[in-house]
């Protein structure tokens, strides 16, 4: 437990201060954090060395430096030439199977394109929503199920996480993006619990694929790169599903 006291301060630290100062710093972080989700999804689903999943590394440095920079860019045009690269990868390498493909493409969508979703905010105040709904749930669901939580929601998938505690969760999202609209964002509150409650539901789907996928290739963690928290992808599972729905619903609800 202390562990993964520390570390949540220590890490809840550097990404708040990253995402403060936004910028070149905040791109790279994201940059980082994607790459090192890439490496656990790599290292956990493939069981022999996947060659054409390589070729994420790269579209992920591609497309997120030009974001850093502020180059536009056709995210089609980006997907394409990978389909492409990854075609030819597939061809030339006789080793490769088409589950190699396939599982390289949902590295691409999975990992690169839900996390490219955090550059997209015009500005970082909004953003901030993102890491109130998923930690903010995660928190509460926690806390919630822990003491209450008697119906389990899915016991094959995850056998802690109960019905209760994802009703605690999104409600404690939904108080705290409203508390944060209140003194910072100043916008209609009834949007505001709309996105939370929506955001909220989805962390609990992005928490449950993540488990699937471990469950599935027999392993606990992703990695122990996160003392008491597991890997990226543990701690970011949740994330990795809030940030586009967000974005959306603020663009289409608040913009």
Same mark, same amino acid.
């Given at each position: 437990? +202390? +562990?993964?006291?520390?570390?949540?301060?220590?890490?809840?630290?550097?990404?708040?201060?990253?995402?403060?100062?936004?910028?070149?710093?905040?791109?790279?972080?994201?940059?980082?954090?994607?790459?090192?989700?890439?490496?656990? %999804?790599?290292?956990?689903?493939? @069981?022999?060395?996947?060659?054409?999943?390589?070729?994420?590394?790269?579209?992920?440095?591609? &497309?997120?430096?030009?974001?850093?920079?502020?180059?536009?860019? @056709?995210?089609?045009?980006?997907?394409?030439? $990978?389909?492409?690269?990854?075609?030819?990868?597939?061809?030339? $390498?006789? /080793?490769?199977?088409?589950?190699? %493909?396939?599982?390289?493409?949902?590295?691409?969508?999975?990992?690169?394109?839900?996390?490219?979703?955090?550059?997209?905010?015009? /500005?970082?105040?909004?953003?901030?929503?993102?890491?109130?709904?998923?930690?903010?749930?995660?928190?509460?669901?926690?806390?919630?199920?822990?003491?209450?939580?008697?119906?389990?929601?899915?016991?094959?998938?995850?056998?802690?996480?109960?019905?209760? !505690?994802?009703?605690?969760?999104?409600?404690?999202?939904?108080?705290?993006?409203?508390?944060?609209?209140?003194?910072?964002?100043?916008?209609?509150?009834?949007?505001?619990?709309?996105?939370?409650?929506?955001?909220?539901?989805?962390?609990?789907?992005?928490?449950?694929?993540?488990?699937?996928?471990?469950?599935?290739?027999?392993?606990? @963690?992703?990695?122990? &790169?996160?003392?008491? $928290?597991? !890997?990226?992808? @543990?701690?970011?599972?949740?994330?990795?599903?809030?940030?586009? &729905?967000?974005?959306? %619903?603020?663009?289409?609800?608040?913009?």
């Amino acid at each position: 437990m +202390k +562990k993964r006291v520390i570390t949540g301060v220590v890490g809840g630290f550097y990404i708040g201060l990253a995402t403060y100062i936004g910028g070149m710093l905040f791109g790279i972080t994201i940059l980082g954090i994607s790459l090192l989700a890439l490496f656990e %999804l790599d290292k956990s689903v493939n @069981d022999k060395k996947n060659i054409v999943f390589k070729t994420n590394y790269l579209t992920a440095i591609m &497309i997120f430096f030009l974001m850093i920079m502020g180059i536009g860019f @056709d995210l089609f045009m980006v997907i394409t030439i $990978h389909t492409i690269v990854t075609g030819i990868v597939f061809v030339v $390498h006789n /080793d490769t199977k088409f589950k190699d %493909l396939a599982v390289s493409f949902f590295g691409l969508t999975y990992i690169i394109l839900l996390f490219y979703h955090a550059l997209l905010f015009s /500005d970082y105040i909004h953003f901030w929503l993102v890491y109130i709904i998923t930690f903010g749930s995660d928190s509460f669901a926690y806390i919630v199920g822990s003491n209450f939580g008697k119906h389990k929601l899915s016991p094959k998938l995850s056998p802690k996480k109960s019905v209760e !505690g994802v009703v605690g969760g999104l409600i404690g999202a939904c108080v705290i993006a409203l508390i944060f609209n209140y003194y910072v964002l100043k916008e209609s509150n009834t949007l505001i619990a709309m996105i939370a409650i929506i955001g909220s539901g989805v962390s609990v789907l992005g928490d449950l694929l993540a488990s699937k996928i471990k469950r599935e290739f027999g392993i606990k @963690d992703y990695s122990n &790169i996160l003392p008491g $928290h597991g !890997g990226i992808l @543990d701690r970011f599972d949740s994330f990795l599903m809030v940030a586009p &729905i967000t974005y959306y %619903l603020v663009m289409a609800l608040l913009f």
